[in-house]
């Protein structure tokens, strides 16, 4: 079992910055995969970003690309999102997960544990 809990969500104008950060349980955190998905209410969970488990391997949603960095400290079992140049469209649930390696990382259905979520609002 892996027990996952975001936080640092919150309200920010529109070009503003926020980092989430992912705190994991489990000794074998530095073995998985780790993503980040949003929701926004009546849509499907959209992949976000991942990221492999040594973090030599990083991947993005085309919208978010060059705006958002996810990144890991495997010592502290915390991975992140930084998220810059924020628009009122990344307004959503922001939720990190767990996907075993050799999984897609794109499909949520593939991953194995997710966290709560927390939310992240963008004003214009």
């Known amino acids: 079992q892996v027990q996952l809990v975001e936080s640092g969500g919150g309200l920010v104008q529109a070009g503003g910055s926020l980092r989430l950060s992912c705190a994991a349980s489990?000794?074998?955190?530095?073995?998985?995969?780790m993503g980040w998905f949003r929701q926004t209410p009546g849509k499907e969970r959209e992949f976000v970003a991942a990221i492999s488990w040594n973090g030599g391997r990083t991947y993005y949603a085309d919208s978010v690309k060059g705006r958002f960095t996810i990144s890991r400290d495997n010592a502290k079992n915390t991975v992140y999102l930084q998220m810059n140049s924020l628009k009122p469209e990344d307004t959503a649930v922001y939720y990190c997960a767990v996907v075993y390696e050799g999984r897609s990382y794109y499909y949520p259905d593939e991953y194995a544990y997710w966290g709560q979520g927390t939310q992240v609002t963008v004003s214009s």
């Open positions: 489990g000794r074998t955190f530095s073995m998985y995969v």
